[in-house]
């Protein structure tokens, strides 16, 4: 399976905002756009430091890689103005103070009792604004604005019960990995930036939730066939096995959302939803190792690993690929 491309193709990156380093606010000049920032004193991770001006700056540097996941995709804010240890809320409606210049989308709501108007993260200002007001980590749709009812991938998502521990999470990645490898299928992997992972699987245009979903469920199925010890997919938390790996093909739904690649996570450490390349999944693999002060680096070196994923960049049909895995479905119905 091939994931990304080239570091030698990838955006650049952009640097550090430039501020006195004790400014209390600012006014960004961001690709020809003012976009005033404030608090930037205040601490966010209580636990290593960082300041509001820390997490700006990460996103001002790194924006030519994530807005491409943010771009055309209703966005819902999780804000967390006092930081991390503060109170959190979600906020799904644009609301009436959103500036003239930020782009946005009314879409039908989960319930179809109504619309709501949902900022679209389009551009670098846009993202500085949201973090700004609080939006430390970001979630959006897996499907875009035109398109609200066709993901544009599969999701498939890893979640260890608190006694499974990450190295059980990697071999369950690896069974799903010789599934996709069986069936020639494309995807990508990156971390939660919380304790589990996520496998993506592009999709061409024309795909409905429903299918994405009995998708996910099929391929997790057939990957869980292969380590049954360590695997559950017992909805409700109070009843799932401590010890095993929860897979998640329900997330493949209307109106859910994902951090997409390259999102911080309100977690001590600052740790970032990261992708990785598949030589990469080893027992030695520490998602905490990727954060907001390491980040940069690895983007320098690798690119964004992640671009399979973007429309257009590698589509699939699922049609083709259930038609590629009839034979061996069909020799397990009869066995």
Known sequence: MKTGRHASSAPARRGG????ADAGEALAEVDGRGVKLTHLQKIY????GYRKRDLLDFYHDIAGFLVPHLRGRPYSML???EGIRGPSFF?????????EWIASVEVASENQRGNIRFVLCDDAPTLLYLVN???IDHHVWMSRAGTPKQPDFVLLDLDPGPRAGFGRVVQVAQAIRGVLEEFEIRACLKTSGATGLHILI???PGHSYRQSADFAALIMRLAGERVPGLVTEVWQVRRRPAGRVYMDFRQNAYGKTIPPPYAVRPRDGAPVSTPLAWRELSPRLDPAAFTLRTLGRRLDRYGDLMSDVL???APQSLARILERMEPALRRQRSA
């Not at 906020?91 to 500036?99: D, T």
């Open 17 to 20: 905002l430039d501020w006195p």
């Open 45 to 48: 991770f209580p636990h290593d």
């Open 79 to 81: 804000r967390y103005p």
């Open 91 to 99: 906020q799904k409606n644009a609301g009436p103070r959103l500036p």
């Open 133 to 135: 007001l609080g939006c």
């Open 202 to 204: 592009p999709l061409a």
């Open 311 to 313: 429309p257009g960049h």
